[in-house]
């Protein structure tokens, strides 16, 4: 079984494809204005039956979109998703060069998390 994650925000997503044991298959931010046709395509390729979604900006269209793709959808809690999805980048892309003398809950990953988001609201929900 495959289940997607989602992090639904105004201006971008972030979407993660996971296996029922946790492994990661998809996982990129997407602009909002994407997300329909990217979910489509998601759901042909990985035969969707779940969508995990994180209660936060905008939920709520994006519930409806997921619906209309005959999704089963759950609502997860996204309290402190972000500030998780922070130690989690530094863990999977450890800081190099300077940046290794800094402690990393000092510093702000250089690239959107909201993919890292989307796995965090899946393995929640597993």
């Known amino acids: 079984m495959y289940i997607v994650g989602i992090d639904p925000g105004r201006d971008k997503c972030g979407v993660a494809v996971l296996n029922s044991a946790g492994e990661i298959l998809f996982q990129k931010v997407i602009e ?10 998601l759901c042909a390729q990985y035969d969707l039956q779940i969508a ?3 209660d936060g900006t905008t939920h709520k269209n994006a519930e409806k979109i997921l619906r209309g793709l005959n999704l089963e959808v759950k609502i997860v809690d996204e309290k402190h998703t972000t500030e998780e999805a ?20 000092m510093q702000v990953p250089p690239e959107p998390v909201d993919a890292i988001v989307a796995e965090i609201l899946v393995k929640r929900f597993l």
Do not use: A, M
């Not at 922070?86 to 809950?105: E, I, V």
């Open 32 to 41: 909002t204005v994407n997300f329909e046709s990217t979910l489509k395509n």
């Open 52 to 54: 995990i979604l994180g």
């Open 86 to 105: 922070r130690r989690l980048y530094w863990k999977k892309n450890p800081p190099c060069g300077w940046r290794k003398l800094l402690p990393t809950s």
